[in-house]
T-cell receptor, first 112, second 111 residues
């Protein structure tokens, strides 16, 4: 199976700044997901994206977060105004909605 | 939502030893996956195993769906097996699907 790739691998930003995390390239998959893992904790679901629409989002995914596929292949997660507690590893995953999900290598976001 | 419990939370082994990692879940599921998180933080797919038994080299997994648990077996452990092992489950509800993770089992294999 082709891997999911994510960029950047590590991003440092100041509190209040906007960040965009990218999941590239993706092809021929209908389901995309973003998960978050705060250091030392379990992986948590943020949002699922099906057929170019959000299909489900968690309580974590508030108005500061948004997702889109701007060019039909890249899948992005935007955090509008970062907070210290947004520091975490963010994983993109792909799936078919029926079988297993495959995870990208993650983007480590550090908010200072 | 579904609850996922993994045990033991921490495990220390001597190289060459065998181990069993357990995952209990609170509801029927359509998907169960085991992951290994390496020191770089990457989640490596080990098994997709909603039911039955699978083997891949020194690793094998068994899921007993009717009793809501899964086991991951590591035989002849190596230091490279160290890391965190996550179990994650998914229950399909129409167009919505998401994995719910356990808290993980931290495995340390000593030379």
């Amino acid at each position: 199976e082709p891997e999911v790739t994510q960029t950047p691998s590590h991003q440092v930003t100041q509190m209040g700044q906007e960040v965009i995390l990218r999941c590239v390239p993706i092809s021929n998959h209908l389901y995309f997901y973003w998960y978050r893992q705060i250091l030392g904790q379990k992986v948590e679901f943020l949002v699922s994206f099906y057929n170019n629409e959000i299909s489900e989002k968690s309580e974590i995914f508030d108005d500061q977060f948004s997702v889109e596929r701007p060019d039909g292949s890249n899948f992005t997660l935007k955090i509008r105004s970062t907070k210290l507690e947004d520091s975490a590893m963010y994983f993109c995953a792909r799936g078919t909605g029926v079988y297993e999900q495959y995870f990208g290598p993650g983007t480590r976001l550090t908010v200072t | 939502g579904i609850q996922v419990e993994q045990s033991p939370p921490d495990l220390i082994l001597q190289e060459g030893a065998n181990s069993t990692l357990r995952c209990n879940f609170s509801d029927s599921v359509n998907n169960l996956q085991w992951f290994h998180q390496n020191p770089w933080g990457q989640l490596i797919n080990l098994f997709y195993i909603p039911s039955g038994t699978k083997q891949n080299g020194r690793l094998s997994a068994t899921t007993v769906a009717t009793e809501r648990y899964s086991l991951l077996y590591i035989s002849s452990s190596q230091t490279t097996d160290s890391g965190v092992y996550f179990c994650a489950v998914e229950k399909y509800t129409g167009a919505n699907s998401k994995l719910t993770f356990g808290k993980g089992i931290t495995l340390s294999v000593r030379p």
